[in-house]
């Protein structure tokens, strides 16, 4: 029996680090994997930190493809959508999300982790994220009302027994930059047919918008997919950071592209306030596969 890593399903935290990271001239995946598979999160009740580690699916494959689906690709290439929107591709060789209670602890922790990788890997890419009014996004709506509950999310994100992978999952990070003052120069009204959802409390427009993001994203039509999504940033520089978990990386590139309006079709109305400015896919293998690497005295 496989078991997911389990700061995918750590709710509640109000302070993240997300730490993508690249291999340095010499450096080899299996060191990268054998030095991520080494750290440890602290084991408190109080003041501790969940610690999520991933990798670029070739990269991970490159060790043993056996234990990953072998459909799972990197974000290699943008996606062009219409009216010459892009979504970049920013892959990188490995990722770690950190989440804890207050963000002195993640600081401490993401400063450790980057020690451990010195001479192996370095950071590109560093991003902080928090909380905002309980369960609200930079939006002001709502974020995650269609996200599955704690007891249903495994079947959505999680690969199941029997196959490659299993008790892995594929992330999806995306940074979305807000278009603040167009964003905030709408009426509520007007906010909630680009969403297509109540601003208050987030019900489901009827009859709903055409283009709105809800009816772009629709998850009855794609597939469910578990969110975890945080804003990140400054007073003057924020947006969301999307993290997005499924079993199957099909529904997330369908996502995408229906978001896009890749291959002709309508883009999402939100695309037209918030700019992504990364993407990348990564592997995340269940925790036996991580330890399998861990050095014997990693728990010691």
Not at 10 to 18: C, E, F, K
Not at 79 to 92: E, N, R, V, W, Y
Not at 223 to 231: A, D, L, M, Q, S
Not at 267 to 275: C, E, G, I, M, V
């Amino acid at each position: 029996m496989t078991t997911p890593q389990s700061g995918i399903f750590a709710l509640g935290t109000s302070s993240h680090a997300y730490l993508e990271f690249d291999l340095l001239a010499g450096g080899t995946a299996i060191d990268l994997v054998c030095r991520i598979a080494a750290l440890r999160e602290p084991r408190t009740t109080m003041g501790g930190i969940n610690l999520v580690s991933g990798f670029r699916p070739e990269l991970w494959r490159s060790l043993d493809a056996t234990q990953i689906p072998e459909d799972v690709v990197g974000f290699d290439e943008p996606i062009l959508g219409s009216d010459g929107f892009i979504m970049p591709a920013t892959q990188h060789d490995a990722v770690l999300w950190l989440s804890g209670s207050g963000y002195d602890v993640v600081f401490d922790e993401a400063r450790a982790a980057m020690e451990a990788l010195r001479g192996i890997a370095a950071v590109r890419d560093e991003t902080s994220g928090w909380a905002y009014r309980h369960d609200r996004d930079l939006t002001g709506f709502i974020d995650g009302t269609e996200n599955p509950s704690l007891l249903d999310a495994p079947r959505y994100a999680v690969i199941p027994e029997g196959g490659p992978g299993a008790g892995g999952t594929v992330l999806l990070l995306q940074k979305w930059a807000h278009e603040v003052a167009r964003w905030e120069a709408l009426a509520d009204s007007a906010q909630e047919r680009v969403i297509g959802r109540t601003k208050p409390d987030s019900v489901e427009l009827d009859p709903q918008v055409a283009d709105s993001h809800v009816a772009l994203t629709d998850q009855a039509r794609f597939g469910h997919i578990f969110r975890r999504n945080t804003p990140y940033g400054t007073v003057t520089e924020h947006g969301t950071m999307f993290v997005g978990f499924s079993a199957e990386q099909s529904r997330l590139i369908a996502m995408l592209a229906s978001m896009a309006g890749a291959n002709g079709g309508t883009r999402d109305a939100l695309t037209r306030y918030t700019r992504p400015l990364s993407g990348a896919y990564y592997f995340i293998p269940s925790a036996e596969a991580i330890r399998g690497y861990a050095p014997p005295d990693a728990d010691g």
